[in-house]
C-alpha cells in the first residue's frame, strides 16, 4: 500500500479500473460482432481481417478485466509483493494472441495478392453503404474507449489498461485503412480497374503490419516486467541517484534497485554513510531517502540498507571512537598526541617515544570481569586500532570499571546540594542562563556513606561525577562558550573538590530540550 493510501482509496480505485476495464470488453463484443457479419456477407479479407483483430481486442479486453480484478488483492503470504504481476502476464497473452492473428492475415492476404484468381473464387464484394457505417462507428467507438482507458491508466497507475489504450488507440489506424481498401476495390469494380481490385488484400497487410508492431511494443514491455527490468518508461535512475547522493550524510550510493509489479514499484537503495553517525540520524537519512525515491516513483515501497562508511573527513579521534564502537565498547577521555624524531626524554630513564601518534584512552567494562578477562579485551582492542591507524605508535588504556549497583538513597541529599553548589557558581556567569537536567553519580566504596558524615580519605572516596546541560544565548559563539563551559568547570571544581569530573551540555535558548 503506498503512503497515505486508504482501504476506501484502494477499493474506489479498483471499482473505477474494472468500470473501465468492463465498458471496454461490451465495446469489444459488439464492434466484433458487427464487423464478422460485415465481412461474411461482403466477402472482404480486410474487414475479416479487421473483425479478427477486434476478437484479439475481445479477448484482450476480457483478460484485462480479469487482471484488474486480480491484481488488485492486496499482498498475502504466498504473494508478498502483492498481485500486480498478473496485469503484465495478462498482457503478454494478449501480445502472443496479436502475433498469431496477424500472422494469419498476413498470409492470407499475400495468397490473394500472389494468385488473383483466388479473388473471383471468393465471395463477390456485395459493398453496400453500411459496411463503411460500420468502419466509422469503430473508429469512433476506438476513439472513445482508447480516451477513456488512457485516463482511468493514468489515474490508477495500471499498465494493464494502459496497453489496452494504446491498443485501442492503433485501431483507428488499421479500421483507415480498411476503409480505404474497400473504397478502392469498390472504385475499381466500378470503373473496372483491376489494379485496385487488390485493394483489400493490400489493406489486410496494413492491418496485420499493425498488429505486428503493436505486439512488439507490447512484448518489450510485457517482458521487461515479468523478468523485472528496471522501469524503462521512467527513465529517471540517474536522477533518483543524483537526489540521493545530495543527502546530506550520504557518501555514497552503492545500489539502486527497482521493479515494478503491477501499478506498484519496489526500490532497494544501499547506501554508504558515516560510521559515526548516530541511530537517530542515520533513520532521519533512511526517511529522506525514501522520500527522494518516492518523488520519481511515487508511491514506492523503499527498503534502505545502510553501510557504515570511513569518511575522508574522519579525524584520528573518530577512527579510534569506531573500532571501540565497532566491538560495542565505551571509551572515553581520548587523547591524541604527535611525537616526532625530535621529541625530547620522557623519563628520567632517558625513554624516549617513537615517533608517531600516541594515544590515552579510558574504558569501561563490567565490574565483575576479571583482571585477565579485561586485559585480553583491551589488547585486542588496541591491536584493531593500530590496524585501522598505522600511524599510531603506542596506545595506553586505562581500564575503568562500569558500575553495576544502584545508588544507595542515602547519597540523594548529598547530590541535591551538589546541585545547588553548581548553580550557585552559574550565577557568577552572566552569559549562563540556565542549569537544569543536572545529574550526579557515585562509584566507589564511599556510596553507602550517611549523608552529613565527614568526608574519608581520599584513596577510599567516592569518585564523583556530575552533568548538567547549560543554556547560553543562540548567538553566542563557539569559542566563547568553550570559554565559559571551561570556566565554570574550574570554578565549580574550586567550589566542590569532592568532585573528579563535571560535564556539561551546551543548548541554545531557543531549544534547551533537544
Excluded at 307 to 335: C, F, G, K, Q, Y
Amino acid at each position: 500500500m503506498a503512503f497515505g493510501t486508504t482501504p476506501q482509496d484502494l477499493q474506489q480505485n479498483s471499482a473505477a479500473k474494472q468500470a473501465a476495464a468492463l465498458s471496454s470488453v461490451l465495446a469489444a463484443f459488439a464492434i466484433t460482432l458487427l464487423k464478422l457479419l460485415t465481412g461474411l456477407l461482403t466477402g472482404s479479407l480486410g474487414m475479416l481481417s479487421e473483425a479478427a483483430h477486434s476478437g484479439v481486442d475481445l479477448i484482450a479486453a476480457a483478460i484485462t478485466l480479469f487482471s484488474v480484478r486480480v491484481s488488485d488483492r492486496p499482498a498475502d503470504e504466498d504473494h508478498n509483493y502483492g498481485h500486480g504481476k498478473i496485469e503484465s502476464l495478462s498482457a503478454f497473452v494478449e501480445t502472443v494472441i496479436m502475433l498469431a492473428s496477424s500472422l494469419w492475415i498476413l498470409k492470407e492476404a499475400i495468397h490473394r495478392i500472389l494468385y488473383r484468381d483466388h479473388l473471383a473464387l471468393t465471395l463477390p464484394l456485395n459493398l453496400v453503404v453500411w459496411p463503411f457505417a460500420v468502419l466509422l462507428l469503430s473508429i469512433a467507438v476506438d476513439y472513445t474507449r482508447s480516451r477513456n482507458l488512457h485516463r482511468v491508466a493514468q489515474e490508477h497507475a495500471s499498465e494493464a489498461l494502459e496497453a489496452d489504450a494504446i491498443h485501442f488507440s492503433t485501431d483507428i489506424w488499421s479500421s483507415t485503412a480498411v476503409l480505404i481498401g474497400l473504397a478502392a476495390t469498390y472504385a475499381g469494380q466500378h470503373f473496372h480497374i483491376q489494379v485496385l481490385e487488390l485493394a483489400d488484400p493490400i489493406a489486410a497487410v496494413l492491418v496485420s503490419i499493425i498488429i505486428l508492431r503493436i505486439s512488439y511494443t507490447l512484448a518489450r514491455r510485457t517482458v521487461g516486467a515479468l523478468t523485472d527490468a528496471t522501469p524503462a518508461q521512467t527513465q529517471t535512475r540517474d536522477a533518483i541517484i543524483h537526489d540521493l547522493a545530495a543527502i546530506p550524510g550520504v557518501l555514497a550510493v552503492t545500489r539502486l534497485r527497482t521493479r515494478r509489479s503491477g501499478p506498484s514499484y519496489f526500490a532497494d537503495v544501499t547506501l554508504g554513510l558515516p560510521r559515526n553517525l548516530t541511530f537517530q540520524r542515520s533513520e532521519q537519512i533512511t526517511m529522506a531517502a525514501t522520500q527522494a525515491v518516492q518523488q520519481h516513483l511515487p508511491g514506492a515501497d523503499v527498503v534502505v540498507h545502510s553501510i557504515p562508511t570511513a569518511s575522508l573527513a574522519e579525524s584520528v579521534h573518530d577512527r579510534i571512537r569506531a573500532v571501540a564502537a565497532r566491538s560495542n565498547l565505551a571509551i572515553h577521555d581520548v587523547t591524541v598526541q604527535q611525537f616526532d624524531d625530535n621529541h625530547p626524554d620522557t623519563s628520567a630513564d632517558n625513554i624516549i617515544n617513537p615517533a608517531g601518534l600516541h594515544v590515552e584512552q579510558h574504558l569501561e567494562v563490567d565490574e565483575t570481569m576479571s583482571l585477565r578477562d579485561a586485559h585480553a579485551l583491551v589488547t585486542q582492542l588496541e591491536s584493531e586500532m593500530r590496524r585501522e591507524v598505522p600511524q599510531i605508535a603506542s596506545i595506553l588504556t586505562h581500564i575503568e570499571s562500569e558500575p553495576a549497583t544502584i545508588e544507595r538513597p542515602a547519597s540523594l541529599e548529598r547530590d541535591r546540594q551538589l546541585e545547588l553548589r553548581l548553580r550557585r557558581v552559574a550565577q557568577s556567569f552572566p552569559e549562563i542562563l540556565d542549569i537544569h537536567d543536572v545529574l550526579v553519580t557515585r562509584t566507589g566504596a564511599a556510596s553507602s556513606n550517611q549523608a552529613g558524615s565527614n568526608p574519608p580519605p581520599q584513596h577510599q572516596a567516592d569518585r564523583i561525577q556530575v552533568n548538567c546541560h547549560c543554556t547560553l544565548p543562540d548567538d553566542l559563539p563557539m569559542a566563547q562558550v568553550h570559554a565559559i563551559i571551561t570556566a565554570l568547570e574550574s570554578a565549580f571544581k574550586l567550589d566542590s573538590p569532592e568532585v573528579s569530573r563535571l560535564l556539561i551540555h551546551p543548548e541554545p535558548a531557543t531549544d534547551n530540550r533537544r
